[in-house]
């Protein structure tokens, strides 16, 4: 009797820590492109949710608009040309981004940044909703992938959809590319000298635009292929998805310790897991599952806004 | 349709920069940036009267006893004592990196020392910068830290905030002990520029003033806050000798005021002949402590403090030349 | 009192101006034939403005009528935009014409680029809605080239008055005996109560009624910008402001009473008296920001969650039928409940400012914001309503007399909602004056000079951590008292309308008027708030254009329309030490007229 009860039990609660790690993943890929921006030039860059946003956009243009139907329905060639044409597309916005609206204000106090970020935040989500085709509404977005799950057998079983396993082992193996990239190529200290003066790297021959382009570049091309893993995974897309998204993503850079690349996808996933069991376990169910993420995000600014991760590893000083 | 200057509006500066003048020999290039004036003596004196700050008493105001600083392994204050009285100007000096910033942390509150304490008027420092100054201890700072969009009045208006009671619902009605309590801090105010002779600036953001005038408002924002001991960390660095010189007339006024001062300074010439004593700090200890002339004299601090081959150093010493570098033109000039 | 206080001498005749910059060539090669570029560019705007300016006959109505080629039937009646142009171009001529006006090419300036914006508006809106280049050059055997001509003549004006050099903006310092000052004040603020009005009613309600009302407003605020912009480098409305500084109790008396009697003005009718309070109710919630961003200097990205908190406070006392707690409140009472309960939030929000500073507080407040719209959302403790909102909420009233109703006093009679408007300006006044009486005291001072440098400020004896919660509680209860009015004013209050981008955009209020200043709250609110009144037609943009005005003003105007003297240096680029080293630091200095 007694075992009956708990099975079920224990698979709920498996289900939700499957969906939270895949919730949780994707956060960490958006939360990179925050980490890095903020590591290199302390912006709060928060039309990052936007780039992400964006690139699910034109990974699913490309699908509908650009691709043979016969191509775009079968997953082997679909996935990676929506991936890369998700990946190009927020890379390119990015980097604009950078260039007309956060560069003429490299040197000015610290309000104006971030208010111009709000700026191209609202933008971009109204450029996207006025010029995309229905974007006035949700979206379906195709499964990319392998349709079909994998079942644990435990209660009444574990599910965890093919294209969730996709979502969760391209994130880790970017955010590891992007760790070796970081430490071990010559762009890479770059930009690990870069964020840490400035000054002395220009001396050192580095130019800091390229990099922080380069920056905004990675980060933005993080964004887009997490966009159309998205897409794919939830089936549907919509222009708010940037907004909400972008700011569980910066709580994960901050909870991981902002620069701080492995500390972004701990941040990610932690963050994934307490929305998926809050809104489970906690009072007012999934209604206030984004609330617990404001708690969670407004506890850690408070008490430890080093992160987990502290001072060490950080990419930036 | 007239056209007053509006410089001119009832302000003395015409009359302190002629007759306050006390500098021989310098150049015209160096005159035409500032004049040096002592604060004008009326002035001075009614200041003192409303600050009302000499309590003619014997004990040390301000004791440091034993304090010693630890930062992890890196000790940077040891065992340092120091007890200045009423209407005293000490002088801290000693080589970059010997703690004098450090010390000066802890006496106004912004480090609690590892061990030993700081008492004023017989009672413990409090730990907490705003206390500290309430209780009667104001500072200016190494780098100058002035609020650069505020007019030079309204930076000695924030500097009477701490010695006015009117909160939010008095600010509210602006009712007559408000619009008082106003009136008599923008008096107050209006003395204070005057004593450091800023009056022509006080309606100019302090971000535009001259560097050596913005010095001299931090004093005045610090002198504000009705302090019994005055704590100034190199007031005189990046100044000329005419600067300089403005300084320590200055200086001596705030002590006709009946503020006690501690400096730090880097210009040894500075300090012997401001200071009615003298401590050396090397590596967070206390060298020497005496007059100016026991200091100036004593070997150890040539050969610690400068770490050079004393005989040298120690003729530079007596002729009042700069330690590191920073005033040997004036110390020629003398 | 504004000094002008630029480094650099003004350029003496003799010694032509060197140009620096993108177009210093084109501007040098000018600089000898200022004069009369100016001249011919004013010309040639008033040429334009008689020219025929588009090819089609649009549809019936006032404006499109006069904008087309039965214009010639009736040539001395100008009105609209034409009548704009008119204007500027003949005061371009005069001031261009005679030498002794001081700071004349800056006043050109001016208005050439009113004239500029309002050509190109126009011919833009007649391209775009015209069906191409056509309806304003040469097509079907009529030619069209009015709006091309002004436009040209505004762009020769501005090239003139630039070329000419910019002389630094003379300070009058005129003293009238009091009486005939009064009676200048008592005129100007008129003046200003007919432009409100005029501005307000421009073009209509918009939308489907009139589809040019965006065109002819924006006309209209160009030209008034262009004037704005030519008085203001007279140096006239820095003279103004002295004098209406020298009599501030007859001022502000005086301004309260103009404002009141908007309702006898063309703006007197029910639907402009409900903009006029829309404008109230977020111009109060500004100003309140105001405190905490612009003298405090902390971002508050979720700052209107404290106008819903106080909407949602009242909504539930005002005895609605959805609401939770079943009793009526008089609305004064209620008033002081909603300012106090939000206040009490803002205590809480504001909080954090303990051990949080910068970029990472403003995300504190914006979770915060967050966790309060998703609450509501959620109906949470059955207060909010959730998606239902809480509708049918009661007018304020006496007995019978509702506040909604319309007044008739003798032969006159007001619209309905005209009592709203008068509560929403003793409102905006009161919170005016709050913000003023703070500003100016010890409280205000160290909410700047904590703004400036926290550290030196607690060295000053300032306990930073408490007078900056105060400045959230503060903020949080004027907005507050505003949201116990709009609750009542709007009949329904639903969690939609504090939303994230109801903050930013009354954060882009408060930037865009000028940080730390009450004109600037209050007209950074009112452009925010008709502007999607007037462009309803482009409602579509209007999120984007927003977007877009909000990265524009932070790149080129950072300071804001009307600039804190104070908080001028605060967004543009501070670069104390370099100034500091430069040795003596400008005096105030001024120019002879």
Redo the contacts between chains.
């Keep these: 009797m007694h075992a009956v009860e708990e099975t079920p039990r224990l698979s709920t609660f498996l289900s939700q820590i499957a969906n939270g790690l895949v919730l949780g993943s994707l956060i960490a890929l958006i939360a990179l492109g925050y980490t890095m921006v903020y590591g290199i030039i302390t912006l709060i860059n928060f039309a990052h949710g936007e780039i992400f946003m964006v690139g699910a956009y034109g990974g699913l243009a490309t699908l509908t608009y650009i691709l043979p139907t016969a191509i775009a329905t079968t997953w082997y060639f679909a996935l990676p040309i929506a991936l890369v044409a998700g990946a190009i597309v927020a890379m390119l916005i990015a980097v604009a981004m950078e260039r007309f609206a956060y560069r003429p204000l490299r040197n000015a106090p610290r309000l104006a940044p971030l208010i111009t970020a709000l700026g191209v935040s609202v933008a971009l989500q109204e450029a996207m909703r006025v010029f995309y085709p229905g974007a006035t509404a949700a979206l379906p977005f195709p499964n990319l992938f392998i349709e079909g799950a994998v079942v644990i057998p435990i209660g009444d079983g574990v599910v965890i959809r093919y294209v969730g396993i996709l979502l969760i082992v391209m994130s880790l193996v970017l955010a590891f590319g992007l760790e070796r990239f970081v430490e071990r190529t010559r762009l890479g200290r770059a930009m690990r000298a870069t964020s840490q003066d400035r000054d002395v790297a220009r001396l050192m021959g580095i130019d800091p635009d390229r990099v922080i382009v380069l920056t905004f570049a990675i980060g933005g091309a993080l964004a887009g292929v997490a966009g159309v893993l998205y897409g794919s995974y939830l089936n549907n897309i919509n222009i708010d998805m940037g907004f909400q998204n972008g700011i569980f993503a910066f709580t994960a850079a901050v909870l991981g310790g902002i620069g701080n690349i492995r500390g972004a996808v701990v941040g990610g996933l932690v963050i994934g897991l307490v929305k998926a069991l809050g809104g489970q376990y906690l009072p007012g169910g999934t209604a206030y599952d984004y609330v617990w993420i404001f708690v969670v995000l407004i506890i850690v600014l408070v008490f430890r806004p080093q992160g987990f991760f502290g001072e060490s590893e950080r990419v930036r000083a | ?7 001119a509006d009832g302000t003395p500066t015409d009359g302190t920069t002629t007759d306050g003048t006390t500098t021989d020999g310098t150049s015209a290039a160096a005159e035409a ?1 500032v004049e040096v004036e002592a604060p004008p003596e009326e002035v001075t004196a009614e200041l003192a009267e409303d600050m009302h700050i000499a309590t003619g008493t014997r004990e040390p105001i301000l004791v440091s006893s034993g304090v010693t600083m630890q930062f992890g392994g890196l000790r940077a204050l040891s065992d340092v004592n120091l007890s200045l009285h009423e209407g005293e100007i000490i002088g801290l000096i000693g080589p970059n990196g010997a703690g004098k910033t450090t010390f000066f942390n802890c006496l ?1 509150g912004l480090y609690t020392p590892t061990s030993g304490q700081v008492t004023l008027r017989g009672r413990a420092m409090p730990q ?4 500290v ?2 209780a009667g201890v ?2 200016t ?1 190494q780098n ?7 007019t030079a009045t ?1 930076n000695v ?6 010695r ?1 009671k ?3 619902i008095s ?4 009712g007559p002990r ?1 619009r008082r ?2 009136a008599e ?1 923008a008096e107050r105010a209006e003395k204070l520029l005057a004593f450091v002779g800023l009056t ?2 006080s ?3 302090a ?5 050596g005038d ?1 010095r001299r408002l931090e004093i005045a ?1 610090a002198l504000a ?1 009705d302090p019994s001991v005055l704590l100034l960390d190199e007031p005189t660095a990046g100044m000329n000798a005419q600067e300089t010189e403005a300084t320590r007339q200055l200086i001596f006024a705030i002590r006709d005021l009946g503020v006690s001062v501690v400096v730090i300074e880097h210009d040894t010439k500075f300090i012997f002949t401001l200071c009615d004593r003298v401590l050396v700090l090397v590596q967070g200890e206390l060298l020497v402590e005496g007059s100016p002339d026991e200091v100036r004299g004593d070997p150890r601090v040539v050969e610690a403090y400068l770490g050079a081959p004393p005989e040298e150093v120690s003729a530079q010493l007596q002729t009042g030349g700069a330690a590191d570098g920073a005033g040997t033109a004036e110390g020629k000039s003398e | 009192m504004t000094t002008t206080a630029t480094p650099e001498t003004p350029a003496t005749p003799a010694a032509r101006p060197r140009h620096t910059g993108r177009f210093a060539r084109l501007l040098d090669a000018a600089a000898p034939r200022s004069t009369v570029l100016m001249i011919v560019g004013g010309v040639l705007t008033l040429v334009g403005a008689y020219l025929p300016w588009v090819t089609f006959v649009l549809n019936e109505g006032p404006y499109p009528e006069k904008a087309t080629l039965n214009f010639f039937v009736d040539p001395f009646g100008v009105t609209g935009f034409r009548l704009h142009l008119v204007i500027l171009g003949l005061a371009a001529i005069v001031v261009a014409a005679l030498r002794r006006i001081p700071a004349r090419h800056r006043i050109v300036r001016g208005l050439g680029i009113g004239a500029t914006v309002v050509a190109l508006i126009n011919g833009l809106w007649i391209t775009v809605e015209g069906g191409g280049l056509g309806a304003i050059t040469a097509s079907e055997g009529t030619i069209a080239f009015g709006s091309i001509v002004a436009l040209v003549g505004g762009l020769v004006t501005v090239l003139g008055a630039s070329a000419g050099g910019l002389e630094r903006k003379p300070v009058w310092t005129w003293t009238l005996p009091w009486w005939v000052e009064w009676i200048l004040l008592v005129v100007l603020f008129v003046i200003v109560l007919l432009l409100v009005a005029a501005v307000l009613t421009s073009g209509g309600q918009g939308g489907v009624v009139n589809p040019y009302a965006g065109v002819v407003f924006l006309s209209l605020l160009a030209a008034l910008g262009g004037a704005f912009a030519a008085l203001n480098a007279s140096g006239l409305l820095t003279w103004v402001s002295a004098v209406s500084e020298r009599h501030r109790t007859f001022s502000v008396i005086v301004l309260l009473i103009v404002a009141l009697l908007l309702p006898l003005t063309s703006a007197g009718t029910e639907y402009w008296m409900t903009v006029a309070s829309n404008i109230g109710v977020y111009a109060a919630t500004a100003i309140g920001l105001n405190i905490v961003v612009g003298l405090a200097g902390l971002l508050d990205l979720g700052y209107v969650a404290f106008l819903g908190i106080g909407a949602f406070v009242a909504a539930n006392l005002s005895g609605a039928a959805a609401s939770q707690i079943g009793i009526h409140l008089p609305f004064v009472l209620v008033m002081i409940i909603s300012s106090v309960v939000a206040g009490m939030f803002g205590a809480i929000v504001g909080s954090p400012t303990l051990r949080v500073r910068g970029d990472y507080l403003a995300i504190v407040t914006l979770a915060f914001g967050e966790i309060f719209v998703r609450s509501a959302q959620n109906n949470i403790g059955g207060l909010t309503g959730g998606a239902n909102a809480i509708p049918n909420i009661p007018a304020v009233g006496v007995g019978d007399f509702k506040f909604s109703d319309s007044v008739v006093i003798g032969s006159l009679r007001l619209p309905s909602g005209v009592l709203y408007y008068f509560l929403i300006v003793l409102l905006v006044a009161a919170v005016m004056l709050v913000f003023a009486h703070l500003k100016n005291s010890r409280l205000g001072r160290a909410w700047i000079a904590i703004r400036e440098d926290e550290d030196a400020a607690s060295a000053m004896g300032i306990r930073t951590g408490p007078i900056k919660i105060l400045a959230f509680l503060i903020g949080a209860m004027l907005a507050g008292l505003a949201g116990a009015f709009f609750a009542h004013k709007t009949a329904v209050v639903a969690y939609d309308s504090f939303r994230f981008l109801e903050s930013v955009t009354l954060l882009a209020a408060v930037i865009l008027g000028g940080m730390g200043t009450i004109p600037g709250a209050v007209l950074g609110a009112s452009i925010l708030f008709v502007l999607p009144e007037k462009l309803r037609e482009f409602s579509d943009y209007r999120l984007l254009l927003f977007g877009l005005a909000l990265v524009l003003i932070m790149r080129f105007r950072p300071q804001g329309i009307v600039p804190d003297r104070h908080r001028k240096a605060e967004l543009t680029d501070p670069d104390v030490e370099d100034v500091a080293k430069e040795g003596p630091g400008p005096l105030p200095t001024r120019v002879e007229p």
Aim: charged share 25%; hydrophobic share 35%.
């Design positions: 349709m007239s056209e007053n200057p509006q410089t940036v106004t907490d910068p705003a206390r100054t309430e104001a500072r700072f100058i830290r002035l609020f650069p969009s505020m309204e208006l924030v500097g009477r905030h701490v006015m009117q909160g939010p600010s509210l009605l602006h408000f309590s106003e801090a022509r600036f309606d100019e953001l971000r535009n003033l001259p560097y913005q924002r806050t």
